[in-house]
């Protein structure tokens, strides 16, 4: 191996080109190569289990399986964009007739109601997570800086965050519905109840670790930073604005991954019992129909709701790469 | 020259789960207009306390600091301080560095451009200007501690408080430093009250060495003059014989009158002057 190396320097009179071909491979490898190697055999294994795994819906789905299944969402997606494409189309001709027997007809346009497709249940699904998210944010941020900056506000609230952190989406859920329902009551809702019940949810269960790291962040501000503050008689809103939350921002950012985490896993339960359109129902769905396909369903929702979660914790810290004065703390 | 700085019999306590532990006793200090004094002692003698209780980052127990005739209570720009480990905001550029206590203090007399040019005028007198805009982890220890002392000298503070600025440096960074600030120094005139524990750099840079006993209830044990020519040159003050005396006066009073004694096996261990430091 190094004779043949030399020999290639020697032959290309660039010394350093072999040695770093073979860097480049190296990384491939560990890149490439062996993460699919992985996931090839985690398939095989699957693949193999599956079969010997009877159900009362048929035999467990395999990867084939499932990829079938896939593809079968996908053309149900584009006969449903196609069904509405028709739905309007007609739609328009009928109006144009009218018009033309009668030029004083009142145009009305009805939207088409099919039922929600893959793709629009992960849509749902993602703008109720971000909305929850959001929600959980705008309330976490002020109570960790305050829960961080006053040891007495600390002491006070601590026990009850230690309390309401480890609670279930599924305990609130119940709650949360019938309070927005004696609550939400508008003639012409915004929103959907099932929406508001899922976000809320979300929010009330993805709060916590926002706030916990918001605190710790805030109250661990080093001394030296305080006195500098304190030199230039900093007043407390300029205080908190430019020395303690810039300083807690890394913090804030740990926080916010792992809330954004938690949001994501509590989003299909709520979205189950809630009835919220997004994947959560689709799963409930699909369980509830029992066909023989069914599984094959389950499993690829199985896997987007994988997919995306890892994607909004990539996009997550890609954004804090971007934002955080701390590049340590988002090399993970 | 008329006195600046009044520092009146100080006292510091510290109240510790052992019960109160007395830091300094009876500390007394004049300072004239213009004077640049450094603290010298043992690691632990209280340096950093009489720099805080001058800051107004700690209140004295007894006695008081009386700034041009007015007692001080709390921190303030009058009393810039240069940390000893920068305390830069990593967040910010050099420039914003300095330019966020430049609005603080100076914010409602300039205008926008008077306070760009003022920015601009300080980092170039600790020779920053090239590396204005970059975050203090893209620079050395060395630059970070110039854009320490451009940021405190900014303020325009009526005197300058510095504690152990160049403890964090290499030997040859920190020799630069000092001269740095021996040519600042020249221009500006400032009054300095300067912690070290390096008895060159307290001799090269000061006016007055205020030598302290060792804690606890620490005090000033002796004041050296020190009359040597200004402008100061290291390499010719090597073989200098009054560089050398006063030299050998430091070292004297370090060693030999305030001598630690100190057990090997414990001077790893937390002593309580150690901890006082960290409060400081």
């Known amino acids: 191996m190094s004779t043949l190396i030399s020999l290639t320097d020697r032959m290309l009179g660039y010394p350093g080109f072999a040695a770093r071909c073979k860097a480049l491979l190296h990384t491939l490898l560990q890149e490439v190569a062996v993460p699919l190697f992985g996931i090839c055999c985690f398939l095989m294994v699957w693949s193999l289990a599956a079969r010997h795994i009877q159900t009362s819906l048929g035999t467990f789905p395999g990867p084939a399986a499932v990829m079938e299944q896939a593809q079968n969402l996908v053309v149900e997606y584009k006969e449903e964009k196609q069904k509405a494409a028709d739905f309007y189309t007609r739609q328009a001709e009928r109006t144009a007739e009218k018009l033309a027997a009668d030029p004083n007809y009142v145009v009305k346009v009805r939207s088409y109601t099919g039922k929600a497709t893959f793709p629009q249940q992960i849509v749902t699904s993602l703008v109720t997570v971000l909305s929850g998210f959001a929600v959980a944010l705008v309330l976490a941020l002020p109570i960790g800086i305050a829960i961080g900056l006053n040891q007495t506000m600390n002491s006070m609230f601590n026990p009850l965050i230690q309390i309401f952190k480890p609670v279930s989406p599924l305990a609130w859920l119940p709650l949360v519905t019938l309070v927005v329902s004696a609550v939400y009551t508008s003639e012409d809702p915004a929103f959907s109840k099932s929406f508001i019940n899922s976000m809320l949810t979300v929010a009330l269960c993805s709060l916590w670790p926002m706030v916990i790291n918001t605190a710790v962040g805030v109250a661990s501000i080093p001394q030296d930073w305080v006195n500098v503050s304190r030199v ?13 939350l810039p300083a807690a921002v890394p913090m804030i950012f740990t926080g916010m991954r792992l809330s954004l985490g938690v949001a994501w896993m509590v989003l299909i339960a709520a979205e189950m019992l809630a009835q919220n359109p997004g994947l959560g129902k689709f799963v409930w769905d699909e369980f509830q129909n029992g066909s023989s396909n069914s599984l094959g369903r389950i499993m690829v929702a199985v896997l987007t709701i994988g997919l995306i979660g890892f994607l909004l914790d990539r996009t997550m810290l890609q954004l804090q790469r971007w934002l955080s004065w701390d590049k340590a703390s988002a090399s993970r | 020259m008329s006195i600046i700085l009044d520092i009146s019999q100080v006292d510091m306590e510290f109240a510790t789960p052992s019960g109160s532990f007395v830091a300094l006793r009876n500390v007394d200090l004049k300072i004239s207009k213009g004077e640049f004094v450094s603290l010298i002692g043992h690691s632990g003698c209280g340096k950093s306390t009489v720099l805080n209780i001058v800051a107004g980052l700690l209140q004295a127990t007894k006695g008081g600091v009386i700034l041009n005739g007015r007692e001080i209570h709390q921190p303030g720009p009058d009393r810039a301080v240069v940390f000893q480990n920068h305390s830069l905001l990593p967040w910010l550029t050099a420039y914003e560095n300095v330019e966020l206590a430049v609005k603080q203090v100076l914010g409602s007399r300039m205008n926008s451009k008077e306070i760009r040019e003022w920015v601009e005028h300080n980092l170039h007198l600790v020779q920053m200007d090239h590396a204005a805009h970059k975050l203090p982890n893209e620079i050395s220890g060395g630059m970070k501690q110039r854009v320490g002392i451009a940021r405190a000298l900014a303020m325009q503070p009526q005197i300058l408080l510095m504690d152990e600025p160049f403890g964090a440096l290499d030997a040859l960074t920190r020799a630069h430093m000092q001269d740095s600030l021996m040519v600042i120094q020249n ?30 209830g620490a005090t000033v044990g002796e004041i050296l003059e020190v009359n040597l020519e200004r402008p100061r040159d290291r ?26 004694v100190e057990p090997i096996h414990s001077a790893a261990q937390k002593k309580p002057g150690s901890k006082k430091r960290s409060a400081a």
């Open chain 1, 232 to 244: 230039l008689r900093l007043s407390w809103f300029n205080h908190v604005r430019k020395i303690v």
């Open chain 2, 187 to 216: 221009e500006l005139k400032n009054t300095v009250i300067m912690i070290t524990h390096d008895v060159d750099e307290a001799v090269l840079l000061s006016d007055r060495i205020v030598m302290m006993t060792n804690g606890p």
């Open chain 2, 235 to 260: 390499l010719a003050l090597v073989n200098d014989p009054g560089y050398t005396g006063l030299r050998a006066q430091v070292l004297r009073f370090l060693y030999e009158k305030q001598r630690k």
